[in-house]
């Protein structure tokens, strides 16, 4: 029997139907063994001996596929054809030897680039052994990711409270974000104007637009004001001109080449609104195969841009039989990758079968979008050029002091554009030259006379160069050579899932945190974050899958400028003063009355400065006159106005006719009204994104109002609510509580969708307290008290349970291979360890009452207890 080990078992289901009996295939689920995350998992004096640790939903996969290994006649390793597979391959390898289920078996590594019949039979006809340079690569990564993300991480938590991480690329990418703001920031608006005009040559209407004024050359931003625009447009209207010359050119538009994981994910993005991840989940899938389709398209993280010739054939047929010949090129076209550090392990993203139309597909709505998406650009990347015919018209004057332009193209042939496109990241603003222009002329005749019909000025100002979006990011990233194709959509979800960006109108922002982060790397570990010592860094990773370049050397040179920078950044005192300096300029911009912008609005003579909360893990802005002046303001949205440090008004309730008061406490802000005849005050912490300076009197109001009463549930007849909590906005039933998108869900959601939520919360959809863990195995009844054992995966580590007993496995032990009798002393041992107060709880439990009347009794002992207070003070004391 042939035991075959795939990742995912949809890949282990098609690939099952394409070997017969003979083969039995098995999924890992990913990976199965990280390093854990805690101190020592990677030990750089140990010349970087590497703790790995099993996950505890992959050992019982592992436990099956070690039963199985141990009747096989050979083990094949079929894991993805990239560095990731290679690694997940070794590591199921090394968790086999250890379990000792290989013995005499033969043990083989095969790749496919795509899960067809064809591909993956010739891939088990051709299995080669583990390429361990590869493997090596893996582990260089993820040692360096967690020697930055170990060392970087607690330098951070300990000098700038608040922060969450750093990472060895996501920090390079928040930066690249960061950067991009002070850009914007920076830009100061330039105006200038434009001058069209519409005219006749016994023709209809054509428009032109001003290229020379008083005999110079006019660009497009050398109009800068109205008088000018104003003095062009005399001279025009006192012309007389004569049509110069007609000039046509024929010009050729290639096809863009095929999908790569950057393009997919930046094209998706353009085309299809999908985030990077949400591409790829996508793309996984068509990979994998959908129903008996099998794998719909090739591997889809890849920096190749080749196409299998098997490929390019279909594609020229397919091309052949639905557009005619005139659309095959003569010779087929190959491409080759630009980007920086581009492997070229793979072919390009493609269809499986070029002859599979979308329209021949019933796919679910993202599958069926990007499958199009992908077949579109590959049979375009394989058509013929489109031909334009691109004609400039040059009208002036007899004196040749003005003259006017008007440019226009014809589609003389629309090769691959009659299929596809590529989209446009940021076309050209208003008033710009658009070499693209697709406006029809006329027929016009050279030295024709030309009258003005109509003449336009428009003002306009040059605008700041756009923030990123996910297209644009991942593009930037390629571009540097930071980063590779299977890591783009982890960073951009990183970025966002540590609150130091957000996103508006699908562009990142980074969130005063994130730039607060990035001011402390740039000054105190610049060369960690420098673009070219990332992309080096990148480049020394790919000479190590090469194998031009030993795995250790590579990480004892890094680590040994890494840990002397982090021992002196860590001793170093008054890092927040410094970044105070840093950043200066963006915590208090210039005033438009050029006051002092550091002057603190209460006491008026103490000046402002960052300053950092260790206990409440914040940083904020405080004036140095405290504790006289405890003015302060947060370092967060809305935090540049006065008022958001200061306690004020916002009106008063109609209906109690009670002033409601925006107050800024020790956690944030909050709002706060007395209800007549309350003992104390109601108040509302504000949510997570209002801005304190921009809170308005309703929005307080509706906050006061929380939690309000949706509806009575259907099944139990007991009120559902909505309210905002500790962990953000919720909906409350019996004490079951989920959580709402935002919180203008809670104002609003009605009791159709609240019972949604709740019952799904319940079901465990979302996970979190609200679903109950499946036990990882189920050992039987306890002898003594006949409650069930279960074998469980706990946060901090696999556990045995029974009744209210929860016993940590000792270390070493595979939870799926713990028996009853190993159980049942671990069980008794945590038994006898439990309290004492629990264990007499325990026993006292079934006693009739008049035993509790008599435990009731003993009250006055308890005073007598509580007098001894004076000792623990003295004992406090002497401490």
């Known amino acids: 029997m042939n035991l075959v080990v795939v990742e995912s078992p949809a890949k282990a289901k098609t690939i099952n139907k394409y070997l017969g009996p003979d083969f039995h295939v098995l999924a890992s689920y990913g990976h199965i063994r990280d390093l854990p995350s805690k101190d020592g998992s990677v030990l750089p004096d140990e010349d970087f001996a590497m703790s790995w640790e099993v996950d ?49 078996t033969h ?10 019949k064809g591909a993956v039979l010739e891939a088990m006809a051709n299995p080669r052994q583990l390429d361990m340079e590869l493997v090596e690569a893996y582990l260089a990564r993820r040692a360096l990711d967690y020697l930055v993300g170990f060392t970087l991480s607690p330098v951070l938590w300990r000098k700038l409270p608040g922060a969450r991480s750093a990472g060895r690329v996501q920090s390079v990418a928040l930066r690249i974000v960061v950067d991009r703001e002070l850009e914007i920031e920076a830009f100061r608006p330039q105006e200038y104007w434009s001058v069209e005009a519409d005219l006749t040559a016994d023709s209809p209407p054509f428009t032109t637009r001003l290229v020379k004024h008083a005999g110079k050359r006019v660009q497009r931003l050398d ?3 109205e008088a000018m625009a104003a003095a062009a447009r ?58 008996d389709q099998g794998g719909l398209i090739t591997y889809m993280r890849t920096d190749g841009l080749s196409v299998s010739p098997e490929g390019i054939a279909q594609a020229r047929e397919v091309i052949g039989d639905r557009f005619g010949p005139a659309y095959v090129p003569e010779q087929p076209r190959y491409y080759k990758s630009k980007a920086k550090n581009a492997q070229e392990a793979h072919e390009a993203i493609r269809p499986t079968n070029m002859a599979r139309a979308p329209e021949t597909l019933r796919l679910e709505g993202d599958l069926q979008r ?7 650009r590959t049979i375009a990347s394989q058509m013929e050029s489109a031909r334009l015919d691109r004609t400039t018209v040059e009208v002036e004057t007899p004196d040749g002091l003005t003259g006017l332009r008007a440019t226009g193209q014809v589609v003389a042939f629309d090769g691959f554009m009659a299929v596809y496109e590529e989209g446009r990241d940021d076309r050209p603003k208003s008033g710009e030259d658009d070499e693209d222009d697709s406006t029809r002329l006329p027929a016009l005749k050279e030295g024709a006379a030309a009258k003005v019909e109509a003449i336009r000025t428009e003002q306009h100002f040059t605008e700041p160069p756009p923030r990123f979006s996910e297209a644009t990011l991942v593009k930037k990233l390629e571009e540097l050579g930071i980063g590779r194709p299977s890591t783009y959509a982890s960073i951009l979800t990183t970025l966002r899932d540590r609150g130091y960006v957000r996103m508006d109108k699908n562009r990142f922002i980074p969130e005063d945190t994130g730039r607060l982060v990035t001011a402390f790397l740039e000054q105190f570990f610049g060369q960690w974050v420098e673009y070219d010592f990332t992309a080096d860094l990148e480049s020394q990773l790919d000479q190590v899958s090469a194998g031009e370049l030993d795995w250790k050397k590579l990480l004892r040179e890094f680590w040994g400028q890494l840990k002397p920078a982090t021992a002196d950044v860590t001793a170093m005192q008054g890092v927040i003063d410094k970044l105070d300096e840093a950043i200066g300029p963006f915590l208090f911009p210039p005033k438009a009355d050029d006051s002092d912008p550091r002057l603190c609005p209460v006491c008026g003579s103490g000046r402002l400065h960052l300053k950092a909360s260790f206990k409440m893990k914040s940083t904020f802005i405080g004036c140095s006159n405290y504790p006289e002046c405890k003015y302060t303001r947060g370092f967060g949205s809305g935090a540049s106005n006065e008022e958001a440090g200061t306690d004020r008004e916002l009106g008063v309730d109609p209906e109690t006719g009670q002033p409601v008061q925006l107050k800024i406490g020790r956690f944030g802000p909050y709002v706060e009204t007395m209800p007549p005849e309350a003992e104390k005050p109601k108040r509302s912490s504000l949510p ?5 300076a921009a809170l308005t009197l309703e929005q307080a109001l509706r906050l006061l109002a929380l939690p309000r009463e949706v509806g009575i549930h259907p099944e139990d007849g007991k009120p559902i609510t909505a309210g905002l909590g500790r962990y953000g906005p919720f909906v409350q039933h019996a004490g079951t509580y989920a959580n709402v998108a935002d919180i203008d869900e809670v104002f609003e959601v009605g009791l159709n969708r609240a019972v949604v939520l709740l019952a799904e919360k319940r079901a465990g959809k979302f996970g979190g307290r609200g679903a109950a863990a499946a036990p ?4 039987g009844a306890h002898p003594e008290t006949g409650d069930p054992i279960h074998v469980m995966a706990g946060r901090f580590g696999p556990y045995v349970k029974s009744g209210k007993i929860n016993a940590t ?25 439990a309290p004492k107060g629990k264990k007499a709880a325990a026993k006292k439990a079934p006693a009739k009452k008049p035993a509790a009347k008599k435990a009731a009794a003993k009250k006055p002992a308890a005073k007598k207890a509580a007098a001894k207070k004076p000792a623990a003070k003295k004992a406090s004391a002497k401490a």
């Open 234 to 291: 005399e001279a025009i209207n006192a012309g007389q001109f004569t049509i110069r010359s007609i000039e046509k050119k024929p010009v050729k538009r290639a096809p863009s080449p095929p999908f790569m994981t950057s393009t997919l994910q930046q094209e998706a993005s353009r085309k299809l609104g999908f985030t990077a991840q949400r591409t790829m989940q996508a793309a996984q899938k068509l990979y994998e195969g959908v129903d």
């Open 223 to 225: 109009i800068v004001s």
């Open 107 to 116: 043990v083989e590594r095969v790749t496919f680039n795509a899960i067809t």
């Open 776 to 779: 990882l195995k189920d050992l």
């Open 809 to 833: 496995l000792p270390k070493g032990t595979t939870p799926e291979e713990l028996t009853l009798e190993q159980a049942l002393p671990l069980l008794a041992a945590r038994a006898a360890a």
């Open 56 to 104: 505890a939903r992959a050992s019982k996969r592992m436990s099956e596929i070690a039963e199985a290994a141990k009747k096989a006649d050979r083990v094949i390793l079929a894991t993805d054809p990239d560095r990731e597979g290679e690694a997940i391959s070794w590591h199921v390898l090394e968790v086999l030897t250890k379990k000792k289920a290989l013995k005499d």
């Open 370 to 376: 990007l499958y199009e998406l992908i077949w579109k």
């Open 688 to 692: 997570k994104g209002w801005s304190p």
